[in-house]
């Protein structure tokens, strides 16, 4: 269910009020730490994910919890029971940390958690996002949380090609979250773009024909959603990911040039999805793809090839390409052009496609 659009497109108010009605409307998303007021719990909570998914710090929350509900009664713990109960959840510098900081504020603070987000910020082992998100769930102060799926909801709404992971990218896109924060409401707004980017905005395959922003999301408009966020590390890393949707409309096919400074920066490609892992790729996943991300329900799939590998000087490049045939105008992709297919040849691309095109062809 899309929510109609009553403010000025493109505007902050824009963005913050949908997303504050879809978490009101949408969001079923359950942890049991939601709307917690206890900073306690919402420490315990923010330190078990850090470098661990959801998923599986569930669990260790619960544990937690139901064998010491207050910070007292961890802080007085033997080492080796907290430990224990820590145990598979790895980073265990995180588990110190937490030991240290519980015995400081219990036997240093009186048992009183600090309620400000200096005093959060200097506690051993907490950084900016999770002092930030102490601040604004257990006190309501008006700090924003910034973490990869914060990254990546701000990044392609508003089509910002600045890297994520430099510390001009970290201050400017905190500059924006701090903009975009409902100030009446902080941490219901904080909890509502970390879901909405678990949720709808996800990394590979986000499901845009259900977001209530796309209609003024710049990457949805301009194609790049599978190009934003930028992280400088995942330029350089040595194994990548990119399957190539081949886009045939009325005997023309869908090609974008690549900007961003990258590898084969200025050569042109198919339409590219980039993931962190491997995609099992099939004729039911494609569909479900393009119903959600594009919006497309009436496509054909011609073919799905085998995977291909190209090794560069630093990366291997694992692909594979994926040819639909469109039966309607391709509205949704406004950021490619078509090319008629006997043009192809006089278009630069990277060796990766050509030598795939030379072997499609023959």
């Given at each position: 269910?899309?929510?109609k659009n009553s403010l000025k497109p493109n505007s902050n108010a824009f963005f913050t009020e949908q997303l504050m009605l879809w978490d009101k409307k949408e969001n079923n998303r359950k942890m049991p730490w939601k709307g917690e007021k206890d900073p306690y719990k919402i420490w315990l909570s923010e330190v078990m994910l850090q470098q661990t998914r959801v998923e599986q710090g569930l669990d260790y929350y619960n544990k937690f919890i139901e064998t010491f509900p207050t910070i007292d009664l961890l802080a007085n713990a033997k080492d080796e029971s907290v430990f224990k109960l820590w145990e598979g959840l790895g980073y265990y510098s995180r588990c110190r940390n937490l030991l240290f900081t519980a015995r400081y504020i219990v036997f240093e603070l009186g048992g009183?958690?600090?309620?400000?987000?200096e005093s959060i910020l200097n506690l051993k082992g907490?950084?900016?996002y999770t002092a930030a998100a102490i601040t604004s769930f257990a006190f309501d102060y008006p700090y924003a949380v910034v973490d990869g799926n914060v990254f990546r909801v701000i990044a392609r709404y508003f089509g910002i090609e600045k890297p994520t992971d430099t510390n001009e990218g970290k201050k400017y896109f905190t500059a924006l979250a701090t903009k975009l924060l409902d100030q009446s409401q902080p941490g219901k707004y904080n909890q509502a773009i970390m879901d909405f980017g678990a949720t709808i905005c996800k990394p590979a395959l986000p499901l845009c024909n259900s977001c209530v922003l796309a209609s003024n999301c710049a990457a949805k408009i301009n194609s790049q959603v599978n190009q934003l966020p930028i992280k400088l590390k995942t330029i350089s890393r040595k194994k990548r990911w990119i399957y190539y949707m081949v886009f045939h409309y009325k005997g023309s096919i869908g090609i974008k040039q690549r900007m961003q400074k990258d590898i084969w920066q200025g050569l042109n490609e198919f339409y590219a999805i980039e993931a962190s892992a491997g995609l099992v790729w099939n004729e039911e996943t494609v569909n479900n793809?393009?119903?959600n991300q594009i919006g497309i329900s009436k496509a054909s799939v011609l073919s799905i090839?085998?995977?291909?590998?190209?090794q560069l000087t630093h990366q291997q490049i694992t692909s594979q390409f994926i040819h639909i045939q469109l039966t309607q105008s391709p509205k949704a992709l406004k950021g490619l052009i078509w090319i008629n297919e006997k043009e192809l040849k006089q278009f630069a691309f990277p060796r990766l496609i050509t030598a795939y095109m030379e072997t499609f062809n023959s």
């Open positions: 269910m899309l929510i009183q958690f600090p309620d400000n987000y907490v950084g900016p793809w393009l119903q090839s085998s995977v291909r590998t190209q």
